[in-house]
């Protein structure tokens, strides 16, 4: 990744970007966001948690550094569950929604791939 300034409406932004392919990977403040060159028209950019019907995935490849969930657990919206490090940047996952972790499909130390399953959360139980 590579670090950029830029000055818009007076104020200084500092981010962290990479191009993967027809990708553009921005992280700012915490959060990463990633854009489809082909697909998108610049104006959208894509938030780097994806989910799937209470399935969390990687959105790109890294290392997992720790998980604050176990099979079983309850949680709250906005609730850490996981932790990633990728190019020296840590991504943190939290879930969308109240809801009951049903598996875990990683580990701590672990090295992930992009779009790996990582844990499924069924939202539906609260």
């Known amino acids: 990744m590579k670090f950029f300034e830029i000055e ?3 104020k ?3 981010f962290w970007a990479q191009r993967d392919r027809n990708f553009l990977w921005i ?3 915490g959060c990463t966001w990633r854009w ?3 697909k998108d ?3 959208k950019l894509k938030k780097k948690q994806k989910t799937l019907k209470g399935l969390i995935l990687s959105s790109i490849p890294g290392r997992i550094d720790g998980i604050f969930v176990q099979k079983g657990d309850k949680i709250q919206k906005g609730q850490a569950l996981l932790v990633m490090s990728a190019m020296k940047i840590e991504y943190n996952f939290r879930a969308e929604a109240h809801g009951i972790v ?3 499909y ?3 130390g672990q090295t992930v791939s992009a779009d790996q399953e990582l844990i499924k959360i069924n939202y ?3």
């Open 41 to 43: 028209s610049g104006r």
């Open 124 to 126: 539906a139980s609260n």
């Open 8 to 10: 818009w409406q007076g």
């Open 36 to 38: 489809n060159a082909e």
């Open 106 to 108: 990683c580990e701590s």
């Open 27 to 29: 992280h700012y403040k």
């Open 12 to 14: 200084i932004y500092k």
């Open 102 to 104: 049903e598996d875990i």
